[in-house]
T-cell receptor, first 117, second 112 residues
Framework: GAVVSQHPSRVICKSGTSVKIECRSL??????MFWYRQFPKKSLMLMAT?????????EQGVEKDKFLINHASLTLSTLTVTSAHPEDSSFYIC?????????????FGPGTRLLVL | GQSLEQPSEVTAVEGAIVQINCTYQ??????LSWYQQHDGGAPTFLSY??LDGLEETGRFSSFLSRSDSYGYLLLQELQMKDSASYFC?????????????WGLGTSLAVNP
């Protein structure tokens, strides 16, 4: 099956620093990648949708200057949490939709657990 | 607006059958997906229904009735490893985009 990787899997940082999370589709080309945030025991909250080569579309209430998304290639998207604060601590998950095959299926990365001290 | 409802918790025993229901209210409905998520892990895709009827994949089956805005995930021959959260997600057309809205998840506990 399709594989999506995320790096890092876990990061602890100080308040005020920026953190970059990478999402890669390893064995397929992803025209669209999604970034989600999930709090413990809660559902996934879509933050933004990114299409390769164009600007990301952010969901209502998500600050685009706070969460910078770059989708530079068909296999890589990055999320940068700028000037992180403790309330940004969460589980961040990316998913990718294949450019071919069963286009309605999203493949999820393993997630990145961010803790801001 | 768009909304989904699914039970918050379900408990069953090993070997049993359990059904997790999902009702939705959406405009521009396109299809219903089910995902499984174990604690601390990422969601994994289980099934997708765009048309009415039953889709079977091994021990798991998913059903959709578009006229009733209703679907369910059926898990048979339950195993301990099936203890996880199960999310239904509806794909719908939003203007020129196709979006996905997630339910709040059903926590399934399988007991010996």
């Amino acid at each position: 099956g399709a594989v999506v990787s995320q790096h890092p899997s876990r990061v602890i940082c100080k308040s005020g620093t920026s953190v970059k999370i990478e999402c890669r589709s390893l064995d397929f080309q992803a025209t669209t990648m999604f970034w989600y945030r999930q709090f413990p025991k809660k559902s996934l909250m879509l933050m933004a949708t990114s299409n390769e080569g164009s600007k990301a579309t952010y969901e209502q209430g998500v600050e685009k200057d706070k969460f910078l998304i770059n989708h530079a290639s068909l296999t890589l998207s990055t999320l940068t949490v700028t000037s992180a604060h403790p309330e940004d601590s969460s589980f961040y998950i990316c998913s990718a939709r294949s450019a071919s095959g069963r286009g309605e299926t999203q493949y999820f990365g393993p997630g990145t657990r961010l803790l801001v001290l | 607006g768009q909304s989904l409802e699914q039970p918050s918790e379900v408990t069953a025993v090993e070997g049993a059958i359990v059904q997790i229901n999902c009702t939705y209210q959406t405009s521009g409905f396109y299809g219903l997906s089910w995902y499984q998520q174990h604690d601390g892990g990422a969601p994994t895709f289980l099934s997708y229904n765009a048309l009415d009827g039953l889709e079977e994949t091994g021990r798991f089956s998913s059903f959709l009735s578009r006229s009733d805005s209703y679907g369910y995930l059926l898990l048979q021959e339950l195993q301990m490893k099936d203890s996880a959260s199960y999310f239904c997600a509806v794909r719908y057309n939003a203007g020129n985009n196709r979006k996905l809205i997630w339910g709040l998840g059903t926590s399934l506990a399988v007991n010996p």
